[in-house]
């Protein structure tokens, strides 16, 4: 018979990032156990609140899934001694199941073994459940957990009780008596609604109705109806103006609430001086407020997503308006007492914050950030800036570090200096610098626009890899303290976007010039730090499915110079014809050659000399010379459509060269004639060669 059964976990109020993925891990998790447990259903659903999680198996039936098996036991001559069973028969006889009768013994090579046929599952699911619920709770895993009473077991917080319900069987405390955690807890008979506004529990007649029984008792359970509904409300209670958007805060009111609603706040208007993301970081990282805006400027009017009673919602507006103030109060006060010193006056102080340990304060930072820039300039940067402003804005783009909004908020640093460098007067493009030179911090964050503001970004991000590695702080396999992976990325990203070409082993090289007064950079310190990079552009590629071996022969082609942009444009070629059946034999073929050469000492790092044309015998020969010619002519890559050009020239060869290599003998006794067929063969791979290392092929 097939029944419902439903499972609820209710407890203390759980930070909501903490609720949130533990319901992911549910989701995750109980389907493989109930997998592992041979349970039969059709169907889960799931939902949970700030105060309780729940998953319901659908027409879930009785018992586990039987399955039969045949199991092998031990060879015949070792069962038995004097014609009665030795321990190793009675072994397997007992972990079969099974009597004597039952053993059937058959020939498997010289030998006999025992073996059993046997069945496994068909239990009652109740005797499995309690079993599965107690290894999917506590294999959640939370950034921290507590012990309470004089339990034996850890949570996010304190477990108020367990709810079990099998059709319109409610489960008992004896139900989980064989469980040694779960049974230290609570099974309630009952289903607590709102903690507020429904505090009598009540019964269910069948658990298809426990999300329309909860909401009857003040309570949306599923967190998608939570989020509708706040949202909706939200953008109805803004008008006239429009919502400041935030989905992450959406995301954290939606998991801090059971039976959402938004009230309307008003902060008094002198506030608005303030900069909007001042007003805004106040409201959203304190308070979980949501503010409002007028043509993109922020209004007094703010949203207050609620949980408590509606009864009292002029009390809930009235205290929620004072704590802003209160919070606003002390944004202004900070502002102002930023703003009595310009920002370019607080430079100097930036000599008493430490950038890392052993590389000076961001003083010597912002110092060594100008001769980096410097740096890159030298390296046929794309955009031409005057070099006073490079200098200004590498002395500004710190400075708000010393300040005390920054102190308050540190994710607004450079946000703060760059409305300040504003409110200063200094120069556009180095406020829009100031702000560009972080970009992007994280995953789906902007990148930087303006050529000052890439500049400083590149800088900055260089910079931190080196003294990263420099320091110690490198990457490992579990750890990156400092972010160079993600920083790196993103360096790799902008340079591609503006299409920077430059040697990356002579950057580097001039990079590390600018550490002799911190420490001493050897050539063993910048090839770590080039394949560290380097080895970022493969993984990015290895996400998008090409051959590992593949990526390494077009970064090993480039040895020496490895311009970034030119690799990306080539891998990216690569990524376009990786299925193409005729590239890949033809790298075959290609392979074949290089092999040849190899065998008979035959380098093609060098420009090829031609072949004597005089001295071909063949059609095929000419075919291939053809060929050849075609690809070095190619072989000058400006963009990514010359390594398309050059790679679709590949792909359509595979006739010429299967036709040379089916009729042409290379190794023939004829000197002058293998000789010139070998050259050939190089004046044919050289252009590859220049493309992908085809040793690192072979």
Same mark, same amino acid.
């Given at each position: ?47 949970? =609140? ?40 009675? !072994? ?32 009652? $699911? ?13 294999? $959640? ?8 009473? +004089? ?10 009780? /367990? ?16 469980? &040694? %955690? ?14 507020? @506004? ?17 909401k009857k008792h003040h309570v949306l359970v ?20 429009? @919502? ?12 801090? =609430? ?50 408590? #009673?509606?009864?009292?919602? %002029? ?25 009595? %010193?310009?920002?370019?006056?607080? *430079?100097? #102080?930036?000599?008493?914050? *430490?950038?890392?340990?052993?590389? !000076? ?22 955009? &031409? ?16 570090? =010393? ?66 590695? /420099? ?41 590390a010039t600018r550490y002799h007064n911190v420490?001493? $950079? ?95 015998? =063949? ?19 400006? +963009? ?16 010429? *060269? ?7 003998? *290379? ?26 290392? /085809?040793?690192?092929? /072979?």
């Amino acid at each position: 018979m097939l029944k419902d059964f439903l499972f609820e976990l209710y407890t203390e109020e759980i930070p909501a990032s903490y609720q949130k993925s533990a319901l992911q891990q549910w989701k995750r998790l109980l389907p493989d156990l109930a997998k592992k447990k041979g349970l039969q259903y059709q169907s889960m659903d799931f939902g949970g =609140t700030p105060r309780r999680l729940y998953f319901r198996i659908n027409h879930l039936d009785e018992k586990t899934k039987e399955e039969k098996q045949e199991i092998k036991g031990p060879p015949k001559n070792i069962c038995f001694e004097n014609n009665q069973p030795t321990k190793a028969l009675e !072994g397997f006889l007992k972990k079969a199941g099974i009597s004597l009768e039952q053993v059937e013994f058959r020939n498997i090579g010289k030998s006999e073994y025992a073996f059993a046929k046997i069945t496994i599952g068909g239990e009652p $699911v109740e005797t499995v459940l309690p079993e599965l619920i107690e290894t999917l709770i506590f294999s $959640v895993s939370f950034p921290k957990t507590m012990r309470w009473s +004089n339990l034996e077991i850890a949570y996010a917080r304190p477990i108020i009780h /367990l709810y079990f319900q099998f059709g319109k069987d409610v489960w008992t405390q004896e139900k989980i008596e064989s469980c &040694k %955690k779960l049974s230290q807890l609570k099974v309630s008979p009952s289903i607590t609604g709102h903690f507020i @506004l429904s505090k009598k529990p009540f019964s269910l007649a069948d658990p298809k109705g426990y999300e329309e029984k909860l909401k009857k008792h003040h309570v949306l359970v599923r967190e998608d109806d939570r989020k509708q509904k706040i949202e909706k409300e939200l953008h109805e209670k803004a008008k006239p103006y429009s @919502l400041s958007e935030n989905q992450r805060l959406l995301d954290e009111v939606t998991w801090l =609430t059971e039976n959402p609603s938004v009230l309307v706040g008003i902060f008094p208007k002198e506030f608005l001086r303030l900069p909007d993301i001042v007003i805004l970081s106040e409201m959203e990282l304190h308070q979980r407020y949501f503010g409002t805006l007028l043509e993109g400027k922020v209004t007094e009017k703010f949203l207050v997503v609620t949980n408590g #009673d509606p009864a009292y919602e %002029k009390n809930i507006i009235t205290g929620n308006e004072r704590v802003l103030k209160a919070r606003l109060s002390d944004g202004a006060f900070f502002y102002d007492e930023d703003r009595k %010193k310009p920002l370019i006056d607080r *430079v100097d #102080d930036l000599k008493s914050i *430490v950038f890392l340990e052993g590389f !000076g304060s961001m003083y010597d930072k912002k110092e060594r950030l100008k001769k980096i820039a410097a740096t890159i300039t030298k390296f046929s940067y794309p955009f &031409k800036i005057a070099d006073d402003l490079i200098h200004r804005a590498c002395d500004l783009a710190k400075a708000d570090l =010393t300040t005390a909004l920054v102190y308050e908020f540190d994710h607004l640093q450079g946000e703060i200096g760059s409305i300040y460098a504003q409110e200063d007067k200094e120069p556009e493009e180095v406020c829009k610098a100031i702000y560009e030179h972080y970009l992007p911090r994280r995953q789906g964050d902007a990148y930087p626009k303006t050529p000052l503001g890439i500049l400083l970004s590149l800088s900055e991000k260089i910079d931190n890899v080196f003294a990263g590695f /420099l320091s110690g702080n490198k990457p490992t396999s579990s750890q990156d303290p400092l972010a160079l992976r993600r920083q790196t990325l993103y360096w790799i990203d902008i340079i591609i976007e503006i299409q920077w070409q430059f040697a990356l082993q002579d950057f580097l090289e001039g990079v590390a010039t600018r550490y002799h007064n911190v420490t001493q $950079v050897s050539s063993k310190d910048i090839i770590e730090i080039r394949d560290f990079i380097l080895g970022r552009l493969q993984t990015v590629f290895e996400k998008q499915g090409i051959d590992k071996k593949l990526i390494a022969a077009g970064i090993a082609s480039e040895e020496g110079k490895w311009k970034l942009t030119s690799l990306w444009q080539k891998l990216s070629a690569l990524n376009d014809f990786k299925k193409d059946d005729r590239f890949q034999r033809i790298l075959a073929s290609f392979k074949r050659m290089a092999g040849i050469l190899k065998e008979h000492k035959i380098s093609v790092a060098q420009k090829m000399e031609k072949p004597d044309s005089n001295l071909f015998e =063949t059609q095929e020969e000419k075919l291939l010379m053809e060929l050849a010619e075609k690809l070095q002519e190619k072989s000058s890559f400006q +963009n990514a459509k010359d390594y398309q050009a050059f790679f679709q020239i590949l792909a359509d060869s595979k006739e010429t *060269v299967d036709q040379f290599f089916d009729s042409v003998m *290379v190794n023939v006794e004829d000197d002058a004639i293998r000789k010139n067929r070998l050259a050939l063969l190089a004046y044919a791979v050289h252009p590859v060669q220049q493309v992908l290392d /085809l040793s690192r092929l /072979l």
